[in-house]
């Protein structure tokens, strides 16, 4: 028999473990009291690690960097942020060439950094999502340098080795995303492997039932360690056919000036959807979630990601957004598209693959106002937006002016056709200081000039700035359930200038109405048909509006002005 001394404590101690799983589990319930799922409501900031803040001065952001700065994250209005890869990589592509999926790299810090920055994010219900880079590895990861070892080693068929048609002729005729061949001949056996990035990024052979188990344990190892779900990378090309047939040429040429390639035969193929379902069902185990990178030439494509029965994607990127005018006549048509995909629209407008937001849109004048303007538009929208680090500043594009300033191998390789994605991933910019507050060493890219007016520091005392535009603009979110829950129902269909909407949930209505043209306008609005007769309406939040006093019929809107008001 046990005496009470020895007994009791082992008692607290266990009852201190089962306290702790409890909380931890309560930090991370994945749904509120009406069952909407924790990443409906989210709003998802992308950081790029190398870029955030470097906390030991050697001019490359990390992971102790970021955790620095999470009380900034949470006092935004931040409830996941999404850290692209920080895993070992030569970095080649940097970090999308991962060498080890189950450690991070030492520039970025060790595992115990990790494991704090999750810890401190939970403190401030901030959940933390990982890049998952899941078609294609580092050539340098001891699969495939095994693989390449010898056709019979053990890791040969985790990747995707054939002979070729002859002497210095590949097995077919695709080719890499980043220009040349989609294929490397490799010496040592005698066969060429398919890359459909960089040389040094051998695509992963998800026919191997060992590839597709090992990927899954990765998953397993991060969940376990409090990560609340993955951004995948490159989802759609998954899969290639398995008879490598050539693939066809369409019309026209692409950014390399290469004939366009109609990719049936290597991106796409039913196979993925079956991939992702399996993904979704280990995701499930952990209640996390799963963003895809879904580049779809066609926003109707987006419905098949979320599965039949919704049991793929939760959260398919709306990244054809990326590429559309701001005109409200080519935007509602686009969001009735996805509104009505039977999935819960991802919303993006820019990301460190694309020209940031600021510079795309911006005229040269109204820019500060445009980007408030794009702000109320795709964070008001019936779905869940995903933010890029700065972009609540108004960070802008610093390209290289010379090759030899790029950094970015398909610059270097590209120019000047091409020249890389350096511009929209410069330092984020903390102060008007030395190096925008980014590090106290030499950044790895340059910080622009506009870093003088547009950083942290400055925009947080002055009420009219961007970012507190922004922050006003997500505690919205959090306190009108319209906002984030109500339904999407178009207004004035046929205004070429002016892009307005209502979101209802249950008794509340919310209006939207953004200026997307560079003179005053004054919509009229006509609610009757939303049983609306006689409308009140009480300002939320303006840029640039005004409404007439007494029954609401219209809005005076300056160039690229806001309104969002609610009715009742």
């Given at each position: ?9 082992v008692?607290f ?10 909380i ?11 069952g909407?799922?924790w ?11 190398r870029?955030?803040?470097d906390?030991?001065?050697?001019g ?37 060439d991962?060498?080890d ?6 520039m970025?810090g ?5 494991d ?27 699969w ?5 070892s010898?056709?019979?080693?053990a890791?040969r ?7 070729g ?15 040349g061949p989609?294929?490397?001949f490799d010496?040592?056996?005698?066969q ?5 990035f ?7 052979n ?24 993955f951004?995948l990378d ?9 008879q ?12 390399f ?17 079956t ?7 280990v ?7 799963l963003?895809?990178e879904?580049?779809t030439?066609d ?7 979320y599965g ?16 559309l ?6 935007l509602?048509?686009?969001i009735?598209?996805v509104d ?8 993006v ?12 849109y ?37 390209d ?17 056709m ?7 991933r410069?330092p984020m ?9 980014f590090?106290?060493?030499t950044?790895?890219?340059?910080v ?8 942290v ?22 306190k ?10 178009a ?11 209502l979101?209802r ?8 109405a ?5 003179q005053?306008?004054?919509p ?6 939303q049983?609306l007769?006689k ?6 939040l ?12 219209t ?12 009715i009742?």
């Amino acid at each position: 028999m046990r005496s009470p001394a020895r007994y009791f404590p082992v008692v607290f101690v266990a009852l201190g473990i089962l306290l702790s799983s409890v909380i931890t589990i309560a930090q991370q319930n994945p749904r509120d009291e009406e069952g909407h799922a924790w990443w409906q409501h989210a709003v998802f900031y992308e950081v790029y690690p190398r870029s955030f803040a470097d906390s030991n001065g050697d001019g490359i952001g990390d992971l102790r960097g970021i955790t620095s700065k999470l009380d900034y994250l949470h006092k935004l209005g931040v409830d996941a942020i999404w850290i692209t890869p920080c895993f070992p990589s030569p970095q080649v592509d940097f970090g999308y060439d991962v060498s080890d999926y189950e450690n991070i790299d030492p520039m970025y810090g060790t595992l115990a950094d990790y494991d704090r920055l999750v810890k401190e994010a939970h403190k401030r219900h901030i959940r933390v999502i990982l890049d998952f880079v899941v078609n294609h590895t580092s050539d340098q990861h001891k699969w495939f340098l095994d693989s390449k070892s010898s056709r019979t080693s053990a890791h040969r068929d985790w990747y995707i080795w054939r002979d070729g048609k002859g002497p210095d002729d590949p097995p077919n005729n695709w080719v890499s995303i980043f220009a040349g061949p989609a294929w490397k001949f490799d010496p040592t056996t005698g066969q060429y492997y398919y890359h459909y990035f960089y040389p040094e990024q051998p695509d992963l052979n998800w026919r191997n039932p060992s590839v597709e188990s090992a990927m899954f344990d990765v998953t397993r190892f991060w969940y376990k360690r409090g990560t609340a779900g993955f951004r995948l990378d490159a989802v759609d090309i998954l899969f290639e056919d398995e008879q490598l047939h050539d693939n066809a040429f369409i019309a026209g040429t692409d950014k390399f000036g290469r004939p366009n390639m109609d990719e049936k035969y290597n991106r796409r193929l039913p196979e993925v959807h079956t991939e992702l379902q399996r993904l979704r069902k280990v995701a499930d185990e952990y209640d996390a979630v799963l963003i895809g990178e879904t580049w779809t030439p066609d926003v109707n494509e987006l419905k098949a990601y979320y599965g039949e029965h919704n049991n793929e994607l939760q959260l398919p990127m709306d990244l054809l957004l990326t590429s559309l005018p701001l005109s409200p006549q080519v935007l509602r048509d686009h969001i009735a598209v996805v509104d009505a995909a039977g999935g819960w629209p991802t919303y993006v407008i820019t990301n460190h693959d694309i020209i940031r937001s600021y510079t795309r849109y911006g005229d040269g004048t109204h820019n500060d106002d445009i980007a408030k303007m794009m702000a109320a538009f795709y964070l008001t929208l019936r779905g869940t937006p995903i933010m890029y680090y700065g972009e609540e500043i108004g960070m802008a594009n610093n390209d290289p002016k010379t090759k030899d300033e790029v950094k970015d191998p398909i610059g270097k390789v590209n120019w000047p056709m091409e020249k890389g994605r350096d511009g929209e991933r410069t330092p984020m910019q903390w102060t008007p200081g030395a190096n925008a507050g980014f590090t106290t060493g030499t950044p790895w890219l340059p910080v622009p000039a506009s870093a003088q007016t547009h950083n942290v520091e400055t925009e947080e005392r002055d009420e009219a700035s961007i970012l507190n535009f922004y922050k006003k603009l997500l505690e919205l979110r959090k306190k009108e359930p319209a906002l984030r829950e109500g339904d999407y129902i178009a207004l004035n269909t046929a205004d070429s200038n002016v892009l307005s909407y209502l979101r209802r949930y249950k008794t509340e209505t919310v209006l939207i109405a953004v200026n997307m043209s560079t003179q005053k306008q004054q919509p009229s609005f006509d609610l009757s048909a939303q049983k609306l007769q006689k409308p009140q309406a009480r300002t939320l939040l303006q840029n640039g509006a005004t409404v007439p006093a007494g029954a609401f019929k219209t809005i005076a809107l300056e160039p690229h002005g806001v309104y969002i008001g609610k009715i009742r």
